[in-house]
């Protein structure tokens, strides 16, 4: 299923009510209005303002448990590391470092942050199509898990820096298993022309090459074919061509003692039918039951994107002649899916009494000048006055990480709720931190003179 070209038909969109019942850690109540877990959070945009991320951390536990029974009951030897860069807060690696969930690291700040929140340097996997010298020294100095390794050059480059230090890296090699994950393009990464992975060809040979060289030692395979993937089918086809590699390269007397099997799995942000943790255990199971290979997933938007929001409040509603313009407080800097990839995400008023008012279509928009910065198109939702407040639900993954000050706009802030208890875990910096690393030079305080040498003929 290609990502959908055409604007998709507000007529089918869910309502604000089934919004609500689908997300069982949200409920409306009648005096409070939009309360996460146990927490209304009118409160939270009372006490720190708007924008503001809030997540749920009883519902990231829910979901790590939930994960975890799931590969638990396929019978297989499965390990969870979460994707750090779904949602890199300090708050955030802890709670599922503390959950027993190993980190999936992209560069040497992931690395870091990862360690820092007490994920332990062996539950650590750093992917990557382009790690830096610094931080695979980083990596090998720490002795992390495995570092999944996506080209020939960067084997030899491990190779030689593990054999300097004196090391040997566990390395698994990325393969690109030309796989359509039906994806949106920009997220698509297993197939031929993606930058991602060893072509699945030139694996086989690549494993015999990493066993001969200094410094490293091949344990295994990995991929990581795509984000939101909403069919069961693209991991059927990638696990089954792996299964495939792992035993041509047993017969070619390699040990594969570990496939890492990526991340990716959707979430229904439309209430959409997506599998459920369930569905791809079984098919890691079908795939792998007789080959006993230790397995790692590397989930990120499952297990954050349902537990965070994005809170923003009405500046003004605009009214031409062909629409109604809701015009909020937060942009595309804050939340850029919507405008990089045409995501949907649920948007519903927190007030008790804008829940039950009658919806007539708007178009939700931020206050940044580009027509891109628009969070919805002909939404049905109540009319909204000025200090209304919203809230964008299913921004826990890809949200505040992926957030930039453009147009002068400091960072929100961001709050963890935890039951019927909530803390502000960033606050909102100050304007003028925006500006407190810029150096305007002086005039004519250092010279560089040009070489008087004739230009190359
Ligand atoms: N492992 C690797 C090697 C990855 O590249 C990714 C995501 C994951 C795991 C986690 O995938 P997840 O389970 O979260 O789908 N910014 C985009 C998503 C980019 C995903 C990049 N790689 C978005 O907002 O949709």
Not at 258 to 266: A, E, F, H, I, Q
Not at 374 to 403: C, H, K, Q, W
Not at 427 to 437: G, S, V, Y
Request: charged content about 20%; proline content about 8%.
């Amino acid at each position: 299923m290609a990502a959908p070209s055409a604007p998709l038909d507000p007529a089918e969109d869910p309502s604000l009510e089934e919004l609500v019942v689908a997300r069982p850690f949200l409920s409306r109540h009648a005096f409070d209005g939009l309360v996460l877990e146990d927490v209304p959070l009118s409160s939270i945009a009372d006490a720190v303002g708007t924008p503001t991320w809030v997540y749920g951390a009883g519902t990231m536990r829910a979901r790590a448990r939930h994960l975890r029974a799931a590969l638990q009951a396929s019978g297989m030897d499965v390990h969870a590391h979460y994707a750090v860069k779904a949602n890199d807060h300090l708050a955030v690696l802890s709670l599922f470092a503390a959950e027993g969930f190993g980190a999936d690291v992209v560069s040497e700040g992931e690395l870091r942050r990862a360690r820092a929140a007490g994920v332990p340097a062996d539950r650590i996997v750093f992917s990557g199509v382009g790690k830096s010298v610094s931080a695979l020294r980083l990596a090998l100095g720490e002795e992390i898990e495995q570092i999944n390794v996506e080209s020939a050059e960067e084997l030899e480059m491990i190779s030689a820096l593990a054999a300097a230090m004196g090391r040997t890296a566990r390395v698994a090699l990325r393969v690109n298993p030309d796989v359509d994950a039906g994806t949106h393009e920009k997220i698509s990464t297993g197939r031929a022309q993606d930058k991602f992975g060893i072509p699945f060809a030139e694996a086989a040979a690549l494993y015999a090459r990493a066993a001969a060289l200094p410094g490293v030692r091949p344990v295994g395979l990995a991929a990581h074919i795509g984000s939101q993937i909403e069919t069961l089918e693209p991991y059927r086809a990638a696990f089954a061509r792996l299964a495939d590699l792992v035993h041509t390269l047993r017969a070619a007397g390699h040990a594969v003692e570990t496939v890492d099997c990526g991340g990716g799995l959707g979430i229904p942000y439309r209430n959409q039918p997506v599998p459920r943790p369930e569905g791809l255990a079984a098919v890691l199971r079908g795939a792998f039951h007789n080959l006993d290979v230790r397995l790692l997933v590397e989930p990120g938007r499952w297990l954050v994107g349902p537990a965070g929001l994005l809170l923003a409040s009405v500046i003004l509603v605009k009214q031409t002649e062909g629409a109604r313009f809701v015009v909020l407080d937060a942009g595309m800097n804050d939340l850029v899916r919507p405008a990089m990839y045409d995501s949907w995400h649920g948007i519903l008023p927190i007030a008790a009494a804008d829940l039950v008012l009658p919806v007539e279509p708007a178009d939700v928009v931020g206050p940044i000048c580009e027509s891109s910065d628009t969070f919805a198109r002909r939404r049905r939702l109540p009319p909204l006055g000025p200090a209304a407040r919203v809230a964008i639900l299913d921004a826990g993954a890809y949200g505040a990480v992926m957030s930039s000050a453009y147009n002068a706009r400091p960072r929100a802030a961001e709050v963890m709720v935890d039951g019927d208890r909530w803390t502000v875990i960033r606050e909102r910096p100050p304007l003028e931190a925006l500006w407190a690393d810029e150096h305007v030079p002086a005039p004519a305080t250092q010279t560089a003179p040009l070489s008087r040498a004739p230009a190359p003929a």
